[in-house]
């Protein structure tokens, strides 16, 4: 690629950044802005939005603005228990664990998901069918505090090939 | 397949410019959300992970205090895992629409000739049916979401209309289905459904292809999705790929047992039998607050509730605010933005001395509904729209 190409590459990749930048946050405060929006001018601009409106403003205290979120696992893992292999293996196959986390069922209504799953292709031994429903009654029963879900967070990209810096955690099927 | 890798690759486009912007609106969200752990997911900043595979991210409710959520904050709700073959390059993508079943001309749609039909814009709330889904006792099973299943954006693309008049629907043509390239996990069913010819004519009814301006993302649907507006977000199928014209309602599970409601109201627990139901069309009349947050501690003086308010097919016209735990009600003022399909942004100031306060909204509707003081049961969790509630503590 001639150093001239190259050129007009970044410059057309620099046009698509901005065009996304500029419709990825909406049409609201960032339309009119006018040129390239410099991460440094972004920010300044987000902040000051930020600082202005009166939701951050009476709500939250500095103190909570400067925390940051630590890092949570992609997925979640089922809790101990004799049945947790067998749980994994059947569930896990199609869906993460927080879909079972976050549920706070009674025994009839865990006996009707197992069952439903079961049609949809959960592999469950017949056998583990009645310890299947009593491991996740157990750990899911209305009486258990609520799932603590994790929040997203947007990170740098390697403009090089699209990964994330940290990629690696395992999800794979 | 559908590796952390795979759909991290798929994504590139919309997530490297989304991951040059700072998430420094991230920061602004709850001071619980700043204690809580965070995953990172390129172009969706600062949302709750009902799920992480498949994906279905909700919006905190202090992000529901703009009348066009940006798209980094708009919820993402999937039922399956999304398609692993998509070409970005859209010039030389094989992602074909077509145009099936009761039609004279059956058609094939590269996303060229797609582009080419003339464009529609449509602002449109966009709410999953299971929006608080946790909050109903007792609970049902499903995504538990709390308040933010919902969102807003421009929508623009081609008139579903005009493609279904280059096709020549039949007479025989009834419903129309819209099946998405979801990646079916097991013996799943496919995620399919169909809405009534009457809604599919609509001229706000669209294949969109943008949001707010921008291309679909990924989560969103692209490259195009069916925009169904003032309907469950279910109608309104990403991805898309077939649009076939049925001479009845789709049969899937979709659409029966999933998606309907009672037809009469039923005792909070009980089982209903599939023929007292009716499938979910329309949303209902519903608010938001949007702030202050519940649990919020403030000084004595001025507070500011805000929310958001929408009906669906419906108009809001009047959202009230309580702020005695529901004993009196006053009117709050109703923000300039306006479009048929998208909500109404709202505020109501007050002065406190101190205390706790409760604070109560509640929507009323252009079809005279308004919020029930408690919500309707049913067994799925749907349709959840019992006025919205926080408390703060004023010293």
Sequence with gaps: MSHKQKKQEQQKEKQDTKQDERCMWGQGPLRQA?????????????????????????????????????????????????????ATTSCLECHEARIILQQRLSKPAWTKEVDKMVKWGAVVDANDRDALIDYLSTNFSPEQPPYEPPRTSMEKLSAKNGETKNAGTKTSK | MNSRRDFLMQISRAALAAGAAPSLLSLSSSPAAAQTESIPVPGEDGLIVRSFRFVDLETPVEYLNTWLTPIPHFFVRNHMHEPSELNPDLANSDWRLTVGGEVENPLTLTFSALSKLETH?????????????????????????????????????????????????????????????????????PFIRSIPLEKALDSDTLVATHMNGAPLTRHHGFPARALVPGWIGAASCKWLTEIKILDSEFVGNFMSPGYRFPNQPIKPGDSVKPEDTHPLTALNVKSVISGPLDGAKLKPGKVSARGAAWAGEADIVKVEVSTDGGATWNLATLGHDRAPYAWRLWTYDFKTKGGDYTILSRATDSQGRTQPPTPVWNPSGYLYNAPDQVTIHVA
Excluded: Y
Aim: charged share 20%; proline share 11%; with cysteine.
């Design chain 2, 121 to 189: 814009s449509v602002v449109n709330t966009l709410e999953c049916a299971g929006n608080g889904r946790s909050l109903h006792r007792p609970q049902v099973p499903g995504i538990q979401w709390g308040k933010g299943a919902v969102s807003t954006a421009r929508f623009s693309g081609p008139r579903l209309r005009d493609i279904l008049q280059r096709a020549s629907v039949k007479p025989t043509g009834k419903h129309v289905m819209f099946r998405g390239l979801d990646e079916v996990p097991g013996k799943v069913p």
């Design chain 1, 34 to 86: 006018q040129g390239r929006l410099s991460p440094v001018r972004l920010s300044a601009m987000l902040l000051a939005l930020a600082i202005t409106s009166t939701t951050v403003a009476a709500t939250f205290p500095p103190t909570a603005l400067a925390q940051k979120p630590t890092p949570a696992k992609t997925t979640e893992d089922l809790p101990p228990g004799a049945m947790q292999p067998k």
